[in-house]
Every structure is written in structure tokens, then in C-alpha cells.
């Protein structure tokens, strides 16, 4: 007789959980009971109703779609995956499944714990990150871990480009662990609690750069980290100015927040090192290469931020 398959109800919501959730659902060895996601909501200045990238690819392979974690209770199922959900579950969901609650995060745990584990990794310059199946616990991220895997961040990795990638990594990390779970044959390590770091929300208001505080390397892994929101940007005449594309170059820095020509670049002083302006966007304006923006902008070169 074929084996059993592991049956599984999936939480999740953005294109993260999509990429874990295709990988299951082209597995012979995966039953998904059933998909949970955040309810439809209005958005935009028509209030249009939209779903989740998860409940559209659920719905497309002919899943079943709930919005109420209440539908959980005393279903029977092998296995809980969660994942990128966005919300806390109670213990009473967390000891539904027959073996585990499982999460994929994209960190490589104890590291990042939080809710912006990629942007972190690229924000402060780190050259791997990975990604982690945990069990899930109360207590965000704190589960012990059965498996990681890691990967390399390259030099121009954007936020969204990494993600797809770890993406890719962590869907066939938790296919790989997941039939050993259910034999017995994976196990988990407990967290260690010396080498814990957090990755909190990301708001709007961190885009602001601090050019007397921020160096231009730093500067650009914001830009990189912050792609595509919050984005990052200064303020010019009163207005938000988005910076779109720059890279860092050298040279000496006399008052940070200065805008200068250097050579055939439009740079900005910033605390070691200079930002080159590549393409710009004014609040409420269109995005424009720098050198078409300054033509308009007589009082540009020159300004401090």
C-alpha cells in the first residue's frame, strides 16, 4: 500500500508564503486540508476589495479558503504550517496538529527574530543570511529550530529579491524536514538564547535619511533594505524627496547634507563618504534621472539637506 500522505492546513499571506505554499501543493506526499488567510480588504482611493497573494493561489489550485482561525479547532491534521501569517496564534491552535505547528522564517534563527528579518539582514551589511523551519511556540520566534538553511547576499540584493530567493531555499527546506518530522527522524534544537537579535516593523518614518549620521554605504543598504517600501528620501523646499537609484562613492566630505557636483556625478555629503543621486523623485512629481531633475531645479546643487 502507498504511504499516507501528511495532512496539513497552510496559514500564510504574501508572496513569501505563495512560493512555500506552490512547493507543497506540486508534492504528492502533501494533503492541504485547507488554506487560512488574513479576510479581503478595501484598498486604494476606490476602496476595491483584494484578496492576499495567498488566497489568490490558493484559490487557483482549488483549495479551501477560511478567514476564521476558529475553523481549526477540532479538525485533525498532521501538521500546522504557517507561514509570513501576521498573527499571533493562541496555544490551543499552536497543539492542534499530530506532530508540529511549523513556521519557515526567513533569518537564520536565533538571528532576526521579528517581523523584518530579510531588510534587516541587508541593512546592516550582512553577507548570509538564511532561512529556518521552527516549531512554533507562544513566544514570536522562540521555538526550537529543525533545520536552516543559508544563503549568500550579494552586493546589489534588493529587500525583494533576496526574499524570493530565501523564498525558494525555505519551501524546499520544510519539504525536505517535514516527512522526517512525521517518522521521527528530525529533530529539533532548542534557540540559543546568547545569540538573539531582533528585526521589529519597519515604519514609514525610518526611510528618513540622517546624512550627519548616516554614512553613504549605509545609505545605500537602506535604499536596498527599504525597496520597494518604505523607500527612503530627504526633504527638499518643504517637500519629500524620493531617492529611487544611487550608489556610493568616495571622496571628502566637508558638510554632510550638502548637494554637489563631483566630476560628472550629482553626490550628497554624507557622513563618510558620497551618495550619488541617480534618479529622484519629488513628492507629487514623476520620477526623473537626476540630471533631467537639476535642469528644472536652478537651487538644487548647492542645498543642504
Not at 522564517?105 to 546592516?124: D, E, M, Q, T
Not at 548570509?128 to 520566534?141: I, L, R
Not at 526550537?144 to 525558494?168: C, F, G
Request: hydrophobic share 40%.
Amino acid at each position: 500500500m502507498p504511504n499516507p500522505k501528511i495532512s496539513l492546513y497552510f496559514l500564510g499571506t504574501d508572496s513569501f508564503a505563495v512560493t512555500v505554499l506552490q512547493r507543497l501543493v506540486d508534492d504528492d506526499q502533501f494533503e492541504i486540508l485547507g488554506v487560512i488567510t488574513p479576510p479581503d480588504r478595501k484598498v486604494g482611493r476606490k476602496q476595491e476589495v483584494q484578496s492576499c497573494a495567498v488566497k489568490k493561489e490558493a484559490v487557483e489550485n482549488g483549495l479551501k479558503v477560511e478567514h476564521d482561525l476558529e475553523v481549526l479547532k477540532g479538525k485533525e491534521m498532521d501538521f500546522l504550517v504557517v507561514v509570513s501569517y501576521g498573527y499571533f496564534l493562541d496555544d490551543e491552535v499552536l497543539q492542534l496538529p499530530k506532530y508540529a505547528s511549523l513556521n519557515v522564517h526567513a533569518s537564520l534563527l536565533p538571528k532576526y527574530r521579528g517581523a523584518s528579518p530579510v531588510a534587516s539582514a541587508v541593512l546592516n551589511g550582512d553577507e548570509v543570511t538564511g532561512v529556518s523551519v521552527m516549531q512554533m511556540v507562544k513566544k514570536m520566534d522562540a521555538g526550537p529550530v529543525y533545520a536552516v538553511s543559508e544563503v549568500a547576499i550579494l552586493e546589489h540584493d534588493t529587500e525583494p529579491v533576496l526574499r524570493e530567493r530565501l523564498a525558494d531555499v525555505g519551501a524546499e527546506l520544510l519539504a525536505q524536514v517535514v516527512p522526517g518530522i512525521a517518522t521521527g527522524n528530525a529533530e529539533a534544537q532548542e534557540q540559543d538564547e546568547k545569540g538573539i537579535s531582533y528585526a521589529p516593523l519597519i515604519k514609514k518614518q525610518d526611510g528618513l535619511i540622517d546624512w550627519e549620521n548616516e554614512t553613504a554605504i549605509e545609505i545605500e543598504r537602506k535604499l536596498r533594505a527599504y525597496t520597494p517600501w518604505p523607500g527612503i528620501y530627504t526633504n527638499f523646499e518643504g517637500k519629500r524627496l524620493k531617492i529611487l537609484k544611487g550608489r556610493v562613492k568616495s571622496g571628502d566630505v566637508i558638510k554632510p547634507g550638502k548637494v554637489r557636483k563631483d566630476g560628472d556625478d550629482v553626490v550628497v555629503e554624507a557622513k563618510d563618504g558620497l551618495f550619488v543621486l541617480e534618479e529622484i523623485q519629488l513628492d507629487g512629481k514623476r520620477a526623473l534621472p537626476v540630471d533631467e531633475f537639476i535642469r528644472g531645479q536652478a537651487s538644487f546643487v548647492g542645498v543642504v539637506f
